[in-house]
């Protein structure tokens, strides 16, 4: 049973657009949901989560936990067709437990 | 050389070889993971050590065996490997969990190969 859902899979946008990543987790001793975008081998970190309702930003990028819907978003606003990328998703448990999403492939397009 | 490096960068070996991958982290965490990443499925988590003590073994076959002889160091030998290992191994390093803090570094992979 996967304990983080990321959806969609795949998303093919054009630059400009805006774009939101969606990712659903198991509550059972979650502590936090990391956010880390991956272009061609290792995961680079966005965001960190670990209160409902305080939005982080970093740029265009921003991202929002919601611990009662169990769910989080991230958000890109006036893509770039640097943006294209996996965006993983991943939530902790415990101390060291890491589970992650599929990811979403974001595919952008001149 | 700051953050995680993997050593070697590419590894392609046969299922009798034996070979180690090598991470050190200079960021001076004291927990270090390894994940397997194949295609077209998440990033599985294999090994947790924290503070040089393995925490978290996920059903790994034993022909993967970790070793962590110091907080900036882990290595994972491999023998008699599979086809299906082949994949992309990402060591990542992180704060002790007790610290709260848990963003993971990732080093650059080690895309193995087993013919």
């Known amino acids: 049973e996967d304990k983080v859902v990321q959806s969609p899979l795949s998303l093919v946008v054009h630059e400009g657009d805006t774009v939101t990543l969606n990712c659903s987790y198991e509550?059972?001793?979650?502590?936090?949901l990391l956010w880390y975008k991956q272009e061609k081998k290792a995961p680079t970190f966005l965001f960190m989560l670990?209160?409902?309702?305080i939005e982080k930003k970093s740029g265009r990028l921003s991202s929002i936990l919601d611990k009662k819907e169990l769910f989080s978003i991230l958000n890109i606003t006036a893509t770039q067709t640097g943006d294209s990328a996996v965006y993983l998703c991943?939530?902790?448990?415990?101390?060291?437990?890491?589970?992650f999403g599929a990811g979403t492939r974001l595919t952008v397009k001149p | 050389e700051t953050g995680v490096t993997q050593t070697p960068r590419h590894l392609v070996m046969g299922m009798t070889n034996k070979k180690s991958l090598k991470c050190e982290q200079h960021?001076?965490?004291?927990?270090m993971y390894w994940y397997k990443q194949s295609a077209k499925k998440p990033l599985e988590l294999m090994f947790v050590?924290?503070?040089?003590?393995?925490?978290e073994n996920n059903s790994v076959p034993s022909r993967f065996s970790p070793e962590c002889p110091n907080s900036s160091h882990l290595f994972l030998h491999l023998h008699t490997l599979q086809p299906e290992d082949s994949a992309l191994y990402l060591c990542?390093?992180?704060?002790?969990?007790?610290?709260?803090?848990?963003?993971?570094?990732f080093g650059p992979g080690t895309r193995l190969t087993v013919l």
């Open positions: 960021l001076g965490h004291n927990a």
């Open positions: 990542a390093s992180s704060q002790d969990g007790s610290s709260g803090r848990y963003e993971q570094f």
């Open positions: 670990t209160s409902s309702g």
């Open positions: 991943a939530g902790v448990y415990n101390n060291n437990d890491m589970r």
């Open positions: 509550v059972t001793n979650f502590r936090s």
């Open positions: 050590y924290n503070f040089k003590e393995q925490t």
